[in-house]
DNA sequence: TGATGGCCATCAAGGTTTTGATACTGTGCC
DNA sequence: GGCACAGTATCAAAACCTTGATGGCCATCA
């Protein structure tokens, strides 16, 4: 079966946005199957990830740093904050701003997450030379800019 | 600030997994502000480009073909129905399908998405040379059957 | 001191997606 | 004919994401 026409402005086998999205569609396919079992969804995963690594972050940040809205990182932490993954008290100074930390209990799935994670991760490395993945991210990053420029200037 | 933490099993700046997610994040924002004007969403934007290629064709087959379950095309189909885009009639033998076609309103509606859309993609094929264009189609594709390798083996 | 602007959190509405479960229809096999 | 199987459609619940709009807090500057 035919996948998409060719009445329209291009050619669909010439889209290489389709290889990019089939890419990620399987990557977010395989990860979801990974953090599952450790009872957490992939943005759950990745939150908790960027908490690791950032104790004490806003939630605002830490949409910025997960690359999502703070609209939808505040449903997120406040599933996770139910759970007792994370938990959130007042900053001293800024009381507007909440801080989030890790919980124990939310450490624990992270790293149970991860394991199982990164065994994706690595099938990826492993399948490149070191020279291979220097030449896929750097095309991807042209890529990433040339959509950039071609969104600005919509 | 450090994005992700080294704690876990692997440092964040090996995972490629991120790069082709920015470029797919990238991408779909640059495709959502591309056909917003035409009033439609990037799913539903799929939806019909699809279908212009496929008209007649059951709704769980559009779904296979978008790579999204029957139960979420289901919704953007009814959408789409209900602004008079696509029209949906029983099928003459098998009374249990429905085929789904575009009305006029619909293609006029795809074709102004796409007139913007197809800039995105001609941005990026513009970006690399035939060869280079070549080697990022090549590498993704390896890419993808790594991950369902190791999906597979979970 | 008072006004402006920036950052943060939050409410509201709409759209998309997933998993799980149910029901109807046509086909092929016994 | 009867039965299991596959394909299709649909309901329901839960989660996620987006845009738009609002209100509080702080720092800077006039």
Redesign the interface.
């Given at each position: 079966?035919?996948?998409?026409?060719?009445?329209?402005?291009?050619p669909?086998d010439?889209?290489?946005?389709l290889?990019?999205?089939?890419?990620?569609?399987?990557?977010i396919?395989?990860?979801q199957?990974?953090v599952r079992p450790a009872g957490l969804t992939v943005p759950q995963y990745a939150t908790l990830?960027?908490l690791?690594?950032?104790p004490g972050i806003s939630g605002a940040?830490l949409a910025r740093?997960c690359?999502v809205t703070p609209q939808a990182m505040t449903v997120v932490l406040k599933n996770l904050e139910e759970r007792g993954l994370i938990e959130r008290s007042p900053h001293p100074w800024h009381r507007s701003v909440l801080e989030t930390r890790l919980t124990e209990t939310g450490r624990a799935a992270?790293?149970a997450a991860?394991?199982?994670a990164?065994?994706?991760?690595?099938?990826?490395?492993?399948?490149?030379s070191a020279e291979?993945?220097k030449?896929?991210?750097g095309?991807?990053?042209?890529?990433?800019?040339?959509?950039?420029?071609?969104?600005s200037e919509?």
């Open positions: 079966m035919r996948l998409y026409a060719h009445f329209m402005g291009m669909a010439e889209r290489l946005g290889d990019i999205k089939r890419a990620e569609q399987a990557l396919a395989a990860k199957a990974a990830l960027a690791a690594g950032n940040a740093v690359l992270l790293e991860d394991e199982r990164v065994v994706i991760e690595r099938a990826i490395a492993a399948e490149f291979e993945r030449t896929l991210r095309l991807l990053a042209r890529c990433n800019d040339a959509i950039a420029r071609a969104a919509l």
